[in-house]
């Protein structure tokens, strides 16, 4: 991705890009019910990798399965690219892990970005003292043979009610996770960077006691022209 867009995801909150999706019609692009394993107080960014699990059928998914080095799981930790999020489609169910803390510690000394499931992860608690962001639903102890067999890799999936294709820009924050189509990531990252510059004025004024009426939205002129003094005065 454009290392410039990067930088500027890295500072804009998953809120903001809501709401410069919601301009262009996009509504559902927020991952449902995923959360951070631990807060890492700053943004995860990179192109989407994928992983689909499907449903495990005992015949298929004895433990001996990983003694494959192609095992879907094992190969897609091995061959994520640099910088990129290993984004994962466990059906929306936590009751088997996608994953535990030796893969993800591999994937995070092979330069992944972030790594997240809209299942569980088990040891969630190793996992959220990791310096990667990992988000995932809940923990769960189960191994993913339990109930997921992998079966796909770097193919469009659904990940929490999210169609996610290879190549989308994954953001996460301390709140949640979002996915934005490549094609119009550099004009999202552009306008979320003006709304946080905007919306941190605003932050400013709303603390100093002024309404938000007129401010927020932009709807008086006079709000505008104090903005625009402020973001000189800012550096922004």
Request: overall charge negative; glycine content about 8%.
């Given at each position: 991705?454009?290392?410039?867009?990067?930088?500027?995801?890295?500072?804009v909150?998953?809120?903001?890009?809501?709401?410069?999706l919601?301009?262009?019609?996009?509504?559902?692009?927020?991952?449902?019910?995923v959360?951070?394993?631990?807060p890492?107080?700053?943004?995860?960014?990179?192109?989407?990798?994928?992983?689909?699990?499907?449903?495990?059928?005992e015949?298929?998914n004895?433990?001996?399965?990983?003694?494959?080095?192609?095992?879907?799981?094992?190969?897609?930790?091995?061959?994520?690219?640099?910088?990129?999020?290993?984004?994962?489609d466990?059906?929306?169910?936590?009751?088997a892990?996608?994953?535990g803390d030796?893969?993800?510690?591999?994937l995070m000394?092979r330069?992944?970005?972030?790594?997240?499931?809209?299942?569980?992860f088990r040891?969630?608690m190793?996992?959220?003292?990791?310096?990667?962001?990992?988000?995932?639903?809940r923990?769960?102890?189960?191994?993913n043979?339990?109930?997921?067999?992998?079966?796909?890799i770097?193919?469009?999936?659904?990940?929490?009610?999210?169609a996610?294709f290879p190549?989308?820009?994954v953001?996460?924050?301390?709140?949640?996770v979002?996915?934005?189509?490549?094609?119009?990531?550099d004009?999202i990252?552009d306008?979320?960077?003006?709304?946080?510059t905007?919306?941190?004025?605003?932050?400013?004024?709303?603390?100093?006691?002024?309404?938000?009426?007129?401010?927020?939205p932009?709807?008086?002129?006079?709000n505008?022209?104090?903005?625009?003094?402020?973001?000189?005065?800012?550096?922004?």
């Open positions: 991705m454009n290392p410039a867009t990067r930088d500027k995801l890295m500072g909150s998953v809120a903001t890009l809501c709401s410069a919601y301009k262009r019609g996009l509504r559902n692009q927020t991952i449902q019910d959360r951070p394993v631990k890492k107080g700053r943004n995860m960014v990179g192109p989407a990798f994928t992983l689909r699990y499907m449903p495990a059928r015949d298929r004895p433990m001996t399965v990983f003694r494959n080095p192609q095992h879907p799981q094992r190969h897609a930790i091995e061959t994520c690219p640099q910088g990129h999020v290993l984004v994962m466990s059906r929306k169910d936590a009751r892990a996608s994953a030796i893969l993800i510690t591999r000394v330069g992944g970005a972030g790594v997240v499931t809209d299942g569980g040891d969630a190793v996992i959220g003292e990791l310096d990667i962001p990992a988000y995932h639903h923990p769960s102890s189960p191994t043979l339990t109930l997921h067999e992998a079966i796909d770097n193919v469009p999936i659904g990940c929490g009610d999210v996610v190549g989308d820009i953001v996460g924050d301390d709140d949640s979002i996915i934005i189509p490549l094609e119009i990531a004009d990252a306008e979320a960077v003006e709304m946080t905007y919306e941190d004025f605003v932050a400013e004024r709303v603390k100093a006691g002024h309404t938000i009426i007129g401010l927020y932009a709807t008086d002129e006079n505008l022209s104090i903005f625009a003094e402020w973001r000189k005065a800012n550096g922004r």
